[in-house]
């Protein structure tokens, strides 16, 4: 059964920084197809893809709102994936949502497997 528990969510100001912590279970982790992506949903609005990371790690995609502020990296021995989240914006607020796939990657939505969220709230 494979399990995914986000972590590492929290309150913020403008400028700050959190890092979200995405623990794995029941996953080969070190795949080399496993496709690992963050998305993100903010109160009234549909659920966005923020980054993924794909080969290992070799290959990595971001959303242009977040690209050059957030980094998604990954610990293959611990199966645990990492989205380091820098100067944050109040428009970053949103539940964080990890997600993984054995076989594919990118930035769809159907991704098989999710987290159950952790909240980020960014204070202007």
């Known amino acids: 059964q494979v399990q995914l528990v986000e972590s590492g969510g929290g309150l913020v100001q403008a400028g700050g920084s959190l890092r979200l912590s995405c623990a794995a279970s029941?996953?080969?982790?070190?795949?080399?197809?496993?496709?690992l992506g963050w998305f993100r949903q903010a109160p009234g609005k549909e659920r966005e893809f923020v980054a993924a990371?794909?080969?290992?790690?070799?290959?990595?995609l971001y959303s242009d709102s977040v690209k050059g502020r957030f980094s998604i990296f990954r610990d293959d021995p611990k199966k645990t994936m990492y989205l380091q989240m820098n100067l944050l914006k109040p428009e970053d607020t949103a539940v964080y949502y990890c997600?993984?796939?054995?076989?594919?990657?990118?930035?769809?939505?159907?991704?098989?497997?999710w987290g159950q969220g952790t909240q980020v709230t960014v204070s202007s």
């Open positions: 997600a993984a796939d054995p076989s594919r990657w990118g930035a769809r939505l159907d991704y098989p497997y």
């Open positions: 029941g996953l080969t982790f070190s795949t080399y197809t496993l496709g």
């Open positions: 990371s794909w080969k290992r790690g070799d290959s990595t």
